[in-house]
């Protein structure tokens, strides 16, 4: 069992009631959300394609005081970080992680900004000297988004630019988004990118490649698919050549996709270079310098041997970065991840490599 | 480009740049393919702040994989493709009173 220090780069905090948003939001964009008080306020959130039919959350996260799971620092307390050697857990909101779904994008800017005031106010105000967060970049209006992670990008505790929703509709390497990029690596922040940000009507995309499917369990088993477009994408646009000081952590897609798809992309980048010149090295090399991953959720192969023999294929030691995904229904518990994973990479995998890519080391 | 066969060695030899001569063995050494029978052309260069500026280099004489279009330096036989240490064969090739004369070395012909 591992008794060291353990960064948790997916901690799910969130709002007990969207209407603590509302102080936060300007004079009229609180008239636009509330509609001066009536019933029927605006969502922050637009409905997902495919509600899971158990509820996103864990059944025992649920605050007693009331409001969705993440929402109490108590319970969290007494679930996650208390049970644990949490020293640091980096906070990727709840409901807000997707406010970049809203078709709206100046409401989805003004949210970005609200949400991200709400989240410094109240959980990165040091007392909890463990949680550090990220800013929610709304990337319909990638200069406003570049413009925001400007704004809060030098506060202490802001450890990344957050992109989850897919706000344009275009893999994440596409020249539209490079003004996040730059504000990045001028601040010396990674960009984290979670999975799952294509499950919104609002934004007219299938979540997985070749139509919507029908279910919940299709669209969950296949949410790595995003992350390995946003991954290509990026790669191929140079956004690594571009930005050379830039980092990159892939959040929520599981692990056993990347030999796959790094095989893939070195092999054809031999046939098709001339379509990207300007890439410099193998896609797999900037994959291995710029990008880390999370671990959650780890896939259970059939046999513990195998798994092994995955991981040490992708060189795991090196670029996983432990995430619990609390308090999501499909968290991986720290305990069972350190059973899942050899020994000796505990130390790496649990701590330094989130460490070396937040900058954290003697900070 | 043209493929000339030696025994049972199939060579590709190269003119560029007026007279620029390269002797290449006509197998791909990713799949065994026929790599001088496909194309010739410079090096196509860019550089990720302008994309736009899609450019060659004719310095870079380039032999395109007939197979799989993989590329290889006329000159050395190394793989374009940044991250691959794959290579042709190549020959010395000199002139001598208007003949190509190529040194297969010990290959047998
Ligand atoms: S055999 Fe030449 S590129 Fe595949």
């Known amino acids: 069992m591992y008794s060291g220090p353990i960064v948790d780069c997916d901690i799910h905090h969130d709002w007990p009631s969207q209407d ?164 990045a690596e001028e601040l010396g922040l990674p960009i984290a990118i979670h999975a799952a940000g294509e499950s919104f009507a609002s934004m007219r995309l299938s979540p997985v490649g070749s139509g919507v499917p029908s279910l919940y369990l299709e669209h969950h088993t296949l949410i790595p698919q995003g992350i390995m477009t946003h991954l290509v994408s990026m790669i191929v646009h140079g ?15 599981g692990v056993a996709w990347i030999p796959a798809v790094l095989w893939r992309f070195d092999m054809d980048f031999r046939g098709l270079r001339r379509e990207a010149p300007w890439l410099k090295r193998a896609p797999s090399e900037y994959f291995y310098e710029h990008v880390r991953v999370t671990t959650q959720p780890l896939e259970i192969a059939p046999s513990r041997r195998h798994m092994l023999g995955l991981l040490e294929l992708i060189g795991a030691e090196d670029i996983l970065c432990f995430s619990s995904d609390y308090p999501h229904w499909d968290t991986d518990d720290i305990a069972d991840i350190g059973r899942n994973i050899p020994e000796a990479w505990h130390r790496k995998v649990f701590h330094d490599n989130a460490m070396e890519l937040f900058g954290w080391n003697g900070a | 480009m043209t493929v000339v066969r030696a025994g049972r060695v199939e060579v590709g030899i190269v003119r560029w740049d007026g007279d620029q001569l390269y002797a290449l063995r006509n197998v791909c050494p990713h799949a065994g393919g026929p790599v001088c029978r496909g194309r010739l052309g410079p090096r196509i260069v860019a550089s990720a702040a302008d994309p736009l500026a899609l450019d060659v280099d004719d310095a870079c004489p380039t032999v395109t994989c007939a197979w799989h279009g993989w590329e290889f330096d006329a000159r050395d036989g190394r793989a374009v493709a940044p991250g691959s240490r794959l290579r042709v064969r190549t020959y010395p090739v000199r002139v001598e009173e208007g003949t190509v004369l190529v040194d297969l070395g010990r290959a047998r012909a």
């Open chain 1, 239 to 253: 956004v690594f050549e571009k930005f050379p000081r830039l980092r990159v952590l892939l959040m929520e897609a």
């Open chain 1, 20 to 183: 603590v948003l509302l102080p936060y939001l300007s004079a009229g964009w609180r008239e636009y959300a509330t509609r001066s008080g009536g019933r029927q306020p605006m969502p922050v959130i637009p409905s997902e394609v495919h509600p899971n039919p158990g509820g996103v959350f864990r059944d025992d996260a649920w605050p007693q005081e009331g409001g969705p799971p993440g929402s109490s620092h108590a319970l969290m307390e007494e679930q996650l970080l208390g049970p644990y050697r949490v020293e640091r857990g980096l906070l990727t909101f709840g409901a807000g992680t997707y406010l970049a779904a809203n078709a709206n994008p100046y409401w989805a800017a003004e949210l970005a900004r609200a949400a991200n005031d709400w989240s410094i106010e109240h959980w990165l105000d040091g007392s909890d000297a463990r949680l550090y967060g990220t800013a929610i970049l709304a990337n319909q209006l990638p200069e406003e988004a570049a413009r925001e992670l400007r704004r809060i990008g030098g506060h202490p505790r802001v450890a990344a630019g957050l992109l989850a929703t897919n706000g344009i509709g275009k893999p994440f390497g596409h020249p539209l988004f490079h003004p996040i990029y730059e504000a």
